[in-house]
């Protein structure tokens, strides 16, 4: 028979908390002000691997209501901490609760949408395996491209908007800390990231089987956040002949234009501006698409039924679905471009496999850790319990010598009464059990007193 570390826990509460437990029962009250209950860790969501783009598009979340749904999930429900990653792939909400049923509840509620049309996508991980879930997630595992660097980037994003909510405690801030430290060790250690094909690349690919040369076109990018970057980087390596950025906020778009040697605009001047471009790349944090159909129409119709290639890597869209059905026309989606990338999956397979262990061997030190926990106010309520025995006694014994009693004399009844207080409990809990129980028990002391057979 062995205990592990659970089963030992408890053992230590029998045997040096008698006062809790009465035979087979225990006092509840008692029991919880004295040990805590910890909430289990949580992961649920939907992404690319679970649900297609038109069900991810409604339960996306705009970064700049990110802070209020947070404060809304933690003070509705019975989750005592939260962090939500929205990323164009996934909606992840992590959370530390009792239960993740009425998580799934409110995400429905939030988002308007009827429970019964996101269920079936929806995915649950309680810990072990969510801890696991968050590790891949953090080392690019998941993403659609594996071994891509930006998703931990945008889950550094979703704890920095949790810790400033106040959403995340405990659990979920050293979840996240080994989460990057994994991912740090996974891409350090093996080759996850060599030659990654990321989805900047896949849209150069895609416009090169449009065009003849990139080289010749000219290019408007909408929106300036990180995406964008990433691909303006990859298309103005192939010295397109114009560069347009286009953002709400002109100066940051101004910004981004002035290392890639083009031109800022207005959000709101794209509808005049987008018949001079050939190839137009969207990715911003707009709750409605900004490119609809009539606006394309025109485009269209200006350039005389030239092409026009383009990319929407938003989610929820930046450009209206029904613009894709245009003969002249060319749209691509982030689940368009999953198709490209997955070519250039095979070479890092191994290197999954090594990332996988190393995973897993993380994943086992952070439940030790979740454990070890759940033993610390134990050893809290026994070390107090044995600092009151030792202060009475040597009240006590203090006593005693003031009264002219020999110095040995008190000494010895100090330790003896001191010995005897301290094995009451665990003599007294071994004596009452009976059956398995007190096989369990013994099997227990001999562990927590370092107690072998003839001693």
Sequence with gaps: MSLGRSALSMALRRICQPEVWRGRCYNPALFCTRFVHHPVIFTLGINHHSAPLAIRERVA??????????????????????????????????????????????????????????????????????????????SGLDSMVIGEPQILGQMKDAVRIAEESGTLGTQLHKLFQRSFSVAKEVRSTTAIGANIVSMAAAGVHLAERIFESVGQQ??????????????????????????????????????L??????????LEDVGEQLAQHDIVVSCTASPLPIIGLGMVERAVKARRHRPIFMID??????????????????????????????????????????????????????????????????????????????????????????????????????????TNKFLHAPTQALNQADGDDRSQLQLAASRLFYLHSGD
């Excluded at 956040?225 to 101004?254: D, S, W, Y």
């Excluded at 234009?257 to 207005?266: L, P, Q």
């Excluded at 070890?372 to 006694?393: F, G, K, N, Q």
Aim: with cysteine; net charge negative; glycine share 4%.
């Design 218 to 255: 000219r290019i408007l990018f909408i929106g300036a956040g990180e995406m964008i970057e990433l691909c303006a980087a990859h298309f103005c390596a192939k010295v397109p002949k114009q560069v347009t950025i286009a953002n709400r906020t002109v100066e940051r778009g101004r910004a």
């Design 61 to 138: 979340f705009n970064a700049e209501k990110l802070h209020q749904a947070l404060g809304d999930l933690t003070r509705s429900k019975p989750v005592k901490e939260a962090a939500i990653l929205s990323t164009c792939n996934r909606t992840e909400i992590y959370c530390s609760a009792d239960t993740p049923e009425l998580v799934i509840d409110w995400l429905s509620q939030y988002h308007q949408v009827e429970r019964g049309e996101i269920a079936p996508y929806i995915y649950l991980h309680a810990q072990p395996e969510a801890i696991r879930h968050a590790f891949r997630v953090a």
């Design 313 to 418: 890597l938003a989610v929820p869209r930046d450009i209206e679905e029904e613009v894709g059905e245009l003969d002249d026309v060319f749209l691509y989606t982030v689940d368009d471009l999953a198709q490209v990338v997955e070519s250039g999956q095979e070479s890092r397979q191994a290197a999954v496999v090594d990332a996988e262990n190393i995973i897993a061997l993380r994943v086992q030190d952070f439940i030790a850790w979740l454990q070890s926990r759940d033993t610390v106010p134990v050893i809290r309520s026994l070390r107090d319990s044995a600092e009151r025995m030792r202060r009475h006694e040597i009240e006590h014994a203090m006593k005693q010598l003031a009264k002219g009693e020999p110095a040995d004399k008190v000494l010895e009844h100090l330790s003896q009464r001191l």
């Design 257 to 266: 234009a002035e290392r890639f040697s083009g031109t800022a605009i207005r």
